[in-house]
């Protein structure tokens, strides 16, 4: 099950460009935060039944985390556009007012002029002009050695990266809610041996008052049988807590805390996985979205090492504009237009320094990259290794619930013929209620062990 990201086209035009933008917007909101309240449909129905597929769909569609990954990814995104503004006119208009006054001595009565006006206070000759200035103006980036598109693929590699991350969590995610349905399951079946053991511990304390009554048995095997199912009764209580637990674990997990009763498919099953370690770990390094988000961020530092680099070059900018100014109306006007060489000359090893740091991180990336290599090679050994353990104890699991069983019936059976003890079925029904224990354990070992190697896998 893959989860897309729609990408932002590039276009020519800037109202072209904000057009797809908001449409990208719109599109990604609906599709991450689900339809308003008012006419969204409920994620589930009350009672209905639902496969692990259907739950894996809901959390993809509901989680929050999700929900927050995509939102990251989609402001990744938004800072390519931020990025390549710098290949476009800078345009604005300006506006400027200002009120001179001056004071010097002197010894005129007063006098005032288009500009100006002056008057004479206590020996002083004060001068006021009043100026206002309007226009628009353009500045466009002409040639900077790289500097805009080493920024633009920057933000493009770190936008790859913030989607990589996006499809982790969205893994993850997957592991959590497939845990949980086994989890579910895995409580359910311990719920239902948990009650099997109750039925038998109270079938043998019947027959254990029966012969009591009638003098073929003494009364501290009734006492024993009442003890034995006390102990069956507390294990079916943490049982059905244990079910509560789970079924709210799954709903956590799928982002509906507050579900309504619902069922699922029943999936505890064995059934072989056909995978050996070298297939898991090929598929782990083509899959792995975090191994593909550490590979962009080697992508990204090598090109902040390249924009750190472009500050030992020059910048050529343009500029025009067209300006109507004075003091009174109409107002004079006319236009400017010229270009702009900036050269750097020394920033006090500014740029050596920024260079420096950039090599540094690029190093960190290569090496966060390597580490997180061989940590993919641990989790797929661990996951193959534990679901080859799993896919054994299943086998003994088995043998061992039959075994369990038989001894029951044989312990049951010996009782009621007079020849067998309490302490016999006693006996006999521990190991049948740990034997069921062992077994559901072991499938829910080798369901999780599979989630955890296509976890490791990158497969969803």
Not at 410 to 431: F, H, K, M, P, Q
Request: hydrophobic letters at 40%; proline letters at 4%.
């Amino acid at each position: 099950m893959k989860i897309k990201i729609p990408r932002i086209k590039s276009f020519r035009g800037p109202k072209r460009r904000f057009t797809a933008l908001g449409a990208f917007f719109l599109v990604s909101v609906l599709l991450l935060a689900g339809a308003p309240a008012s006419f969204a449909q409920p994620p589930i129905g009350k009672g209905s039944l639902l496969t692990l597929d259907d739950c894996i769909r809901i959390a993809l569609r509901i989680n929050p985390q999700v929900a927050a990954a995509g939102s990251t990814a989609l402001a990744a995104q938004s800072r390519i556009g931020e990025a390549e503004a710098a290949y476009y006119p800078q345009v604005g208009w300006q506006t400027d007012y200002t009120h001179f006054s001056t004071s010097t001595a002197g010894f005129a009565s007063g006098s005032f002029s288009s500009t100006t006006q002056s008057g004479l206070t206590r020996g002083r000759l004060t001068t006021t002009q009043d100026n206002f200035q309007t226009g628009p103006s353009v500045t466009q980036n002409i040639y900077d050695f790289g500097k805009t598109a080493s920024q633009v693929g920057v933000a493009a590699f770190n936008s790859r990266a913030s989607r990589r991350d996006f499809e982790n969590v969205s893994l993850g995610i997957v592991l959590t809610v497939k845990t949980a349905y086994y989890g579910v399951l895995d409580a359910q079946s311990s719920l239902d041996a948990a009650m099997k053991v109750v039925s038998q511990a109270q079938a043998h304390l019947k027959q254990a008052q029966g012969f009591f009554e009638v003098g073929t048995a003494p009364k501290i095997d009734v006492i024993n049988a009442e003890a034995t199912l006390s102990n069956a009764q507390l294990s079916l209580i943490k049982a059905q807590n244990a079910v509560q637990i789970a079924w709210q674990n799954l709903n956590n997990a799928m982002g509906v805390p507050d579900a309504p009763p619902f069922r699922i498919v029943n999936t505890l099953a064995y059934a072989p996985y056909p995978v050996t370690f070298e297939e898991a770990l090929k598929k782990a390094y083509a899959n792995r979205p975090d191994l593909k988000a550490a590979a962009a961020r080697v992508k990204s530092s090598e090109q902040s090492l390249r924009l750190a680099g472009t500050g030992y070059y020059p910048d050529i900018s343009g500029s025009a504009g067209y300006t109507w100014s004075g003091d009174r109306l109409p107002l004079d006007h006319g236009w400017n237009a010229g270009a702009t060489l900036t050269v750097p000359i020394f920033s006090g090893f500014l740029t050596k320094k920024q260079v420096d740091e950039a090599n540094a991180n690029l190093n960190v990336a290569k090496d966060n990259e390597e580490t997180l290599r061989q940590q993919i090679y641990l989790q797929n050994r661990q996951a193959y290794l534990n679901l080859k353990q799993a896919e054994s104890s299943i086998a003994t699991a088995q043998v061992g619930l039959r075994q369990a069983q038989e001894n029951l019936d044989l312990a049951n059976g010996r009782y009621a013929a007079g020849v067998g003890s309490n302490i016999e079925v006693t006996d006999a029904l521990t190991t049948f209620s740990n034997a069921q224990t062992a077994y559901i354990s072991a499938l829910y070992s080798f369901k999780t062990a599979q989630a955890d190697l296509e976890n490791a896998m990158g497969i969803k």
